[in-house]
């Protein structure tokens, strides 16, 4: 057959066509452009998102803050309190540290639920003492006011510190709501109340019209006045601070020294304005 016959050149042209689709057949992707951009993007969100939890549990737990209040001694044992803060609110209240022993354990455990209640409902330590866990309550409002003040005081300084880092008016003012909470805390001492067996004078911390401390500088001592003392005095305050007031019992075996401590308690209170 001749190379320039019609036939022989439509066979040729034939393989030729074939050949080319083979090729780009072979050379086709795999995949699917428009899949691949979508799974590319799928994993570009999912990296974006493993990267933003992290940074949001971390900010959750920065703004969350732990403050123990002090030990405060009871008749019947210590008393602590332990808050959890966010924000300047108490999130949540617990006695890390309560009588045990004896009745006291079940004495315990029906106050220290109800008082870790009533601390997150009132955010603040004026709640009511448990009836039956007179010192234990009494106890708990004083450890739970001395950590309220601790965290006033820890904020008072980071204030201050963040107010130094802007300008002198910004200093300024963050220094003001720093002392704020020391202004608000004084001290008034009762006069001394003179009885059978030695004087009695009272001395409280207020803060506001709220008592939150109470001390006997002077007591009745020497002989059989130092027990009575001892017994007695520790009662009194833990009274005086759950009361708010004067009106308080008397502490059986301790009769003159509860008098004393009750008149000199209740001119604090009048010196007080309370």
Request: glycine share 12%; no cysteine; aromatic share 2%.
């Amino acid at each position: 057959m001749k190379k320039n016959h019609p036939i022989r050149r439509f066979v040729l042209a034939s393989a030729a066509t074939v050949s080319g689709i083979v090729l780009l057949l072979a050379l086709k992707p795999a995949t699917d452009p428009a899949a691949a951009s979508a799974q590319a993007g799928a994993a570009s969100q999912q990296s974006a998102a493993a990267q933003g939890a992290p940074q949001g549990g971390t900010a959750q737990q920065a703004g969350a803050a732990t403050v123990l209040g002090d030990v405060v001694r009871t008749e019947y044992g210590p008393v602590q309190v332990r808050l959890t803060m966010s924000g300047g609110k108490i999130t949540k209240a617990d006695a890390v540290q309560a009588p045990k022993g004896g009745t006291s354990d079940q004495k315990t455990a029906l106050s220290v639920p109800k008082l870790n209640q009533e601390a997150v409902a009132a955010q603040s330590a004026d709640i009511d003492s448990v009836s039956g866990a007179t010192y234990t309550s009494g106890g708990y409002k004083k450890s739970l006011q001395s950590a309220l003040d601790k965290a006033k005081t820890a904020g008072g300084a980071s204030g201050s510190t963040a107010g130094s880092s802007g300008s002198a008016g910004s200093t300024g003012s963050a220094g003001k709501a720093s002392t704020a909470p020391a202004a608000q805390a004084r001290v008034v001492t009762g006069t001394v109340s003179d009885t059978q067996y030695g004087p009695v004078q009272v001395r409280l911390t207020l803060s506001g019209k709220k008592i939150t401390k109470a001390e006997a500088v002077q007591a009745p001592k020497g002989g059989l006045s130092d027990q009575k003392t001892a017994l007695a005095v520790p009662k009194l305050n833990g009274e005086a601070v759950a009361a708010g007031s004067a009106h308080i019992d008397s502490v059986s075996g301790a009769t003159y020294t509860s008098e004393g401590y009750k008149e000199s308690l209740q001119s604090a209170l009048d010196k007080a304005g309370v």
